[in-house]
């Protein structure tokens, strides 16, 4: 076991504290990343104001890059000293769900309670999200992690385990988002963002941003969007529909709030797919009407981490970036040292933060 910092959450809605916690060596199958960036997600959020409960005291943060400084037993395709993105997309490879290609859906499950992580007496400490990531150092299975290229920074690259691929993925893989098709993106924070970049570059016609706050359309528009509509004027489907001259042929709600699913239906064509990317509080339940699905022939589809699959998706996204494709260091609101990640937190919290990156 070795030492180090680490932002611990001891009670849902609580401040995190700053404190020294224990790791071990990795194992079977594992890498030790230390880690220079995580970037901070609504979903570690979401978890540490308890609304989708949980174990404490955990360690959140889900979304980095690190350099790799220990390799466990059988670890195959990570060597010390590569720089990694490390996600929390856990797989073992095998499940039908792995077989299929679809990683994020593993049916292997993973008890955090039982991770690499300890408090420094030695107790209980929960590994949120099979990473832990507001540490020092991460010891994680070696499917959870891609090995990085020259040419891109940690910050950036922090980025690329989460909200990217999240957004992204949302469009080319569980939306399968042709050229020519229209597409409306609500919510336009860190995961909506992306979600209107993919679609630029999968080949939209028109990409329509909805939001409740005029400034973050503006950025919406600097993405990729071709129409912007607020989401505080009286029923924005219609100025949504005109921009198109119809409905979309996909909507992507990236914001965990059920009432907006419950508008999602009416900015759809005939034919058309909303995809259930933002997560709302557990318990939290929205209502349609079954006909008017079924006449249209339209459908509901979840996204769970934009259903990548890392190794094959990460490589493809980089090169984007590289190429200056894709935008990850303009989504970068600002960077913020661990001992700083309350006031992250709250900085996140306000809407007005794209993403707020913690550096080691």
């Known amino acids: 076991m070795s ?95 792995c077989s299929a290609a679809r990683p994020t859906n593993c049916e292997e499950g993973y008890d955090g309670d039982l991770g690499p992580i300890k408090t420094a007496e030695g107790g209980k400490l929960h590994q949120a999200m099979a990473c832990g990531g507001f540490a020092e150092k991460v010891v994680v299975d070696s499917s959870q992690v891609v090995t990085l290229p020259d040419g891109i920074g940690m910050e950036a690259a922090s980025l690329l385990a989460c909200g990217v691929i999240t957004g992204i993925g949302a469009v080319v893989n569980a939306a399968k988002v042709r050229p020519g098709q229209d597409v409306v993106v609500i919510g336009a924070g860190g995961v909506g963002l992306n979600a209107i970049q993919g679609a630029a570059i999968a080949g939209a016609r028109r990409i329509v941003a909805v939001d409740m706050e005029p400034s973050k359309l503006d950025v919406a528009r600097e993405f990729g969007a071709t129409d912007a509509v607020l989401a505080s004027t009286d ?93 990850l260091d303009e989504l970068i609101s600002g960077t913020w040292t661990l001992d700083q990640i309350n006031d992250a937190i709250t900085d996140t919290k306000t809407g007005a933060a794209k993403r707020n990156v913690i550096v080691f």
Request: net charge neutral; proline share 5%.
């Open 3 to 97: 030492r180090i910092k680490a932002a611990v959450c001891h009670e849902f809605g609580q401040p995190f504290v700053i404190e020294d916690i224990e790791i071990r060596s990795p194992i079977d199958g594992e890498v030790e990343v230390t880690l220079a960036a995580c970037a901070i997600c609504h979903s570690d959020i979401t978890y540490a104001e308890g609304h989708w409960g949980g174990s404490l005291p955990a360690v959140y943060g889900h979304e980095a890059a690190g350099t790799v400084t220990a390799v466990g037993p059988n670890t195959k395709g990570v060597n010390l000293g590569d720089n990694v993105v490390v996600t929390l997309i856990r797989s073992c490879g095998t499940c039908p769900s």
């Open 235 to 327: 029923k924005p489907w219609r100025e949504a529909k005109a921009a198109m001259g119809r409905g979309a042929d996909a909507v992507l709600v990236t914001v965990g709030v059920a009432p907006v699913y419950d508008q999602a239906p009416r900015y759809l064509a005939k034919g058309g797919n909303i995809v259930m990317v933002g997560m709302p509080a557990s318990g939290a339940f929205s209502s349609y009407e079954a006909a008017n699905f079924a006449a249209a022939g339209q459908g509901m589809i979840g996204s769970k981490m934009g259903d990548v699959v890392i190794k094959r998706d990460i490589p493809w996204m980089v090169d984007l970036y590289k190429q200056g494709r894709l935008k």
